[in-house]
């Protein structure tokens, strides 16, 4: 039985989606779409399981695992075998670690291997070409779980009937109970997980987003719906809402009784597309609240569409549904890729009918060739041996295309290399002023001892190489572009960064430049991007090395990328707690200023001069207040 309704979720649920991914922007949270997604294919998958079970006695898993294969896996060879060819076209950056991404889309780990690579929609320097199929990997994860847990229950079903164990009632308890209870029980289990990582910021906004443990409550949440609302279950309500209903009637409050369908869908529609535009990736609200409402008011539709059977659905939107998987597969490559090539208007319609051509061509040639459905082609009809050699050639050729994609994909992103020859001319230059330091060590001993072998010869450095109100700044890779910037419009700044350079390091590099006599009077810590152990003890053993006499700025890493906000949050404590500390609260200045950061890695942001200028003035500012007299260590 079709359940009307469910087409036109599907639909508006791709086209926030679609907005979100063309115009992030304006409507900075369409991804709660995926939300509504999820918990339909829960209720689907659950509520078609239980049909089979009802009708059969039984699952047949392999026939599941068929029609799943045939449904998902043709547009996803179709799609990465497009992705391989287009690539060669754009800007070789894309092809740079292209075959992993490969891998983990074939084998449904997209999710997870965004987690580990940082990857998301808002923060890549260069987006990933098949990050969208995340979304996927879930369902799989899913669709294997879900026979595991079909299997069991009825097992502990029978168990509990043999022991005896019944209801409050008497009754015994039904196997559809105990898996309603378990559904939910899991979806309790991932939100609280969900709410845990954001509340205590445990783990990356990434793993929020994208892991299995934070995401599967939406499908949990759906199952369970599936078996309050199996085709019995809906007959037998059904008739009795009626009853109740005619019982009713002759009463001033029987209207309210009676169930509307479109007062649910409605209320759904409208608070995801208030949700769309008001959240945002990053914001912990998302997580903490939009996610679970979107999920509640998603279930409740569902429920009042199976239970109502006078709701019309227009037939064009059940045609277009048809086609909503084919449009979200093919979709994300061509706007990654023509985007690369142009920022103009014109790319839209490109993109557009060139996911039209790709779906139609899926739809009416790639999947039926894997169904086994006949195919004509200008009345030539494709013989069962082309069918063969069709399917059992694309995986070769998805291999042959990610090893020459792979032979010509660049070592490193041009991103990457510009941190290389930065942090190497950071090399240079220290030398050099190592050198020049060291000339005028020299240049100090006025003696002759220098031709005396039997004195041991002492260099010392001078006291302070630096003029008074003199500022040295520590940095990690951030700071290797706006190095030379800032220092020509900062006076008497020298900036000392480093790739890979981890705020763990900060204490033994102070006390190395200390012990070099290479501190200025005000010390500034442009740390924290990278680490390793827990941010308020790095902090503790900084403070620990800066010398006497000196004062200390903290500049609050900004990183958009997963968003983690606890290096910046420590900082601010220490600020508050000492009075020769001043803040740089550079983290809170980007996140209310996100085009700062638009078209970078979410992290730096090289070349973007005006991005150096608004970092160069918040530096300034912090540097003057940490001038004024106060408190010094």
Same mark, same amino acid.
């Given at each position: 039985?079709?359940?009307?309704?469910?087409?036109?979720?599907?639909?508006?649920?791709?086209?926030?989606?679609?907005?979100?991914?063309?115009?992030?922007?304006?409507?900075?949270?369409?991804?709660?779409?995926?939300?509504?997604?999820?918990?339909?294919?829960?209720?689907?998958?659950?509520?078609?399981?239980?049909?089979?079970?009802? @009708?059969?006695?039984?699952?047949?898993?392999?026939?599941?695992?068929?029609?799943?294969? %045939?449904?998902?896996?043709?547009?996803?060879?179709?799609?990465?075998?497009?992705?391989?060819?287009?690539?060669?076209?754009?800007?070789?950056?894309?092809?740079?670690?292209?075959?992993?991404?490969?891998?983990?889309?074939?084998?449904?780990?997209?999710?997870?291997?965004?987690?580990?690579?940082?990857?998301?929609?808002?923060?890549?320097?260069?987006?990933?070409?098949?990050?969208?199929?995340?979304?996927?990997?879930? =369902?799989?994860?899913?669709?294997?779980?879900?026979?595991?847990?079909?299997?069991?229950?009825?097992?502990?079903?029978?168990?509990?009937?043999?022991?005896?164990?019944?209801?409050?009632?008497?009754?015994?308890?039904?196997?559809? /109970?105990?898996?309603? %209870?378990?559904?939910?029980?899991?979806?309790?289990?991932?939100?609280?997980?969900?709410?845990?990582?954001?509340? @205590?910021?445990?783990?990356?906004?990434?793993?929020?987003?994208?892991?299995?443990?934070?995401?599967?409550?939406?499908?949990?949440?759906?199952?369970?719906?599936?078996?309050?609302?199996?085709?019995?279950?809906?007959?037998?309500?059904?008739?009795?809402?009626?009853?109740?209903?005619?019982?009713?009637?002759?009463?001033?409050?029987?209207?309210?009784?009676?169930?509307?369908?479109?007062?649910?869908?409605?209320?759904?529609?409208?608070?995801?597309?208030?949700?769309?535009?008001?959240?945002? /990736?990053?914001?912990?609200?998302?997580?903490?609240?939009?996610?679970?409402?979107?999920?509640?008011?998603?279930?409740?539709?569902?429920?009042?569409?199976?239970?109502?059977?006078?709701?019309?659905?227009?037939?064009?939107?059940?045609?277009?549904?048809?086609?909503?998987?084919?449009?979200?597969?093919?979709?994300?490559?061509?706007?990654?890729?023509?985007?690369?090539? *142009?920022?103009?208007?014109?790319?839209?319609?490109?993109?557009?009918?060139?996911?039209?051509?790709?779906?139609?061509?899926?739809?009416?040639?790639?999947?039926?060739?894997?169904?086994?459905?006949?195919?004509?082609?200008?009345?030539?009809?494709?013989?069962?041996?082309?069918?063969?050699?069709?399917?059992?050639?694309?995986?070769?050729?998805?291999?042959?295309?990610? %090893?020459?994609?792979?032979?010509?994909?660049?070592?490193?992103?041009?991103?990457?290399?510009?941190?290389?020859?930065?942090?190497?001319?950071?090399?240079?230059?220290?030398?050099?002023?190592?050198?020049?330091?060291?000339?005028?060590?020299?240049?100090?001993?006025?003696?002759?001892?220098?031709?005396?072998?039997?004195?041991?010869?002492?260099?010392?450095?001078?006291?302070?190489?630096?003029?008074?109100?003199?500022?040295?700044?520590?940095?990690?890779?951030?700071?290797?572009?706006?190095?030379?910037?800032?220092?020509?419009?900062?006076?008497?700044?020298?900036?000392?960064?480093?790739?890979?350079?981890?705020?763990?390091?900060?204490?033994?590099?102070?006390?190395?430049?200390?012990?070099?006599?290479?501190?200025?009077?005000?010390?500034?810590?442009?740390?924290?991007?990278?680490?390793?152990?827990?941010?308020?003890?790095?902090?503790?053993?900084?403070?620990?090395?800066?010398?006497?006499?000196?004062?200390?700025?903290?500049?609050?890493?900004?990183?958009?990328?997963?968003?983690? *906000?606890?290096?910046?949050?420590?900082? @601010?404590?220490?600020?508050?707690?000492?009075?020769?500390?001043?803040?740089?609260?550079?983290?809170?200045?980007?996140?209310?200023?996100?085009?700062?950061?638009?078209?970078?890695?979410?992290?730096?942001?090289?070349?973007?001069?005006?991005?150096?200028?608004?970092?160069?003035?918040?530096?300034?500012?912090?540097?003057?207040?940490?001038? =004024?007299?106060?408190?010094?260590?």
């Amino acid at each position: 039985m079709r359940i009307k309704g469910l087409d036109s979720l599907r639909v508006f649920s791709i086209l926030i989606i679609l907005i979100y991914h063309f115009f992030g922007n304006f409507m900075p949270a369409g991804f709660l779409g995926v939300n509504i997604l999820f918990v339909m294919s829960g209720f689907l998958i659950m509520r078609n399981f239980l049909r089979e079970i009802d @009708r059969s006695g039984g699952i047949d898993i392999r026939t599941f695992y068929h029609k799943r294969f %045939v449904r998902i896996m043709p547009a996803i060879l179709l799609m990465v075998i497009i992705g391989l060819i287009l690539v060669n076209f754009v800007n070789k950056d894309y092809m740079q670690g292209l075959a992993r991404q490969v891998g983990a889309t074939v084998s449904f780990t997209t999710n997870w291997f965004e987690i580990v690579n940082g990857g998301s929609y808002e923060a890549q320097f260069i987006k990933h070409i098949f990050l969208h199929t995340w979304f996927l990997s879930l =369902e799989i994860h899913f669709y294997i779980l879900i026979p595991i847990i079909l299997i069991i229950t009825p097992v502990v079903h029978r168990k509990l009937e043999h022991k005896g164990l019944t209801g409050a009632s008497g009754v015994s308890i039904d196997m559809q /109970y105990i898996l309603k %209870v378990l559904f939910i029980g899991l979806a309790l289990i991932s939100y609280a997980t969900l709410y845990i990582s954001v509340i @205590r910021g445990a783990f990356s906004t990434a793993f929020n987003y994208f892991s299995d443990f934070t995401r599967m409550g939406s499908l949990f949440l759906g199952a369970a719906a599936g078996t309050y609302t199996s085709e019995k279950k809906i007959s037998e309500r059904v008739a009795s809402y009626k009853n109740a209903a005619a019982e009713c009637d002759s009463t001033s409050d029987g209207k309210w009784f009676k169930l509307n369908p479109m007062i649910a869908l409605a209320t759904l529609l409208i608070v995801t597309l208030i949700l769309s535009f008001l959240l945002s /990736y990053t914001d912990k609200k998302t997580y903490l609240m939009g996610f679970i409402v979107v999920d509640l008011l998603t279930v409740a539709a569902i429920v009042q569409c199976c239970f109502a059977e006078d709701l019309k659905e227009p037939k064009f939107i059940s045609a277009i549904s048809n086609y909503t998987y084919g449009v979200y597969i093919f979709h994300w490559p061509f706007l990654i890729m023509i985007s690369s090539l *142009t920022e103009s208007p014109v790319k839209y319609p490109i993109i557009i009918v060139l996911t039209g051509l790709a779906v139609l061509f899926n739809q009416k040639i790639w999947e039926p060739i894997f169904r086994g459905e006949k195919i004509e082609i200008n009345k030539i009809e494709i013989g069962e041996l082309a069918r063969k050699v069709v399917m059992l050639s694309s995986p070769f050729i998805i291999i042959a295309l990610t %090893v020459w994609v792979g032979f010509k994909a660049p070592k490193m992103l041009s991103l990457e290399k510009q941190i290389w020859e930065k942090s190497v001319s950071n090399d240079v230059q220290a030398i050099s002023a190592d050198r020049e330091n060291l000339n005028k060590s020299i240049s100090k001993v006025s003696d002759y001892r220098l031709a005396t072998r039997s004195e041991k010869l002492i260099i010392n450095m001078p006291a302070d190489l630096h003029a008074k109100g003199s500022t040295t700044l520590i940095g990690d890779s951030v700071m290797l572009g706006p190095k030379s910037y800032l220092e020509e419009n900062i006076p008497n700044l020298v900036v000392d960064a480093e790739g890979n350079r981890l705020l763990d390091s900060g204490a033994e590099v102070i006390e190395n430049m200390a012990k070099q006599n290479e501190l200025g009077e005000i010390i500034v810590i442009a740390l924290g991007t990278n680490k390793i152990g827990d941010a308020n003890e790095c902090l503790k053993k900084i403070l620990a090395a800066v010398p006497k006499g000196k004062k200390l700025v903290l500049v609050a890493p900004y990183n958009g990328r997963d968003n983690k *906000t606890d290096v910046a949050e420590a900082m @601010r404590k220490i600020a508050k707690k000492y009075k020769y500390v001043t803040l740089m609260d550079w983290q809170k200045y980007a996140s209310e200023n996100p085009d700062l950061y638009k078209g970078t890695d979410g992290i730096h942001f090289y070349g973007h001069m005006d991005t150096y200028a608004e970092y160069q003035g918040k530096l300034l500012k912090a540097i003057n207040k940490a001038a =004024e007299p106060k408190a010094v260590k």
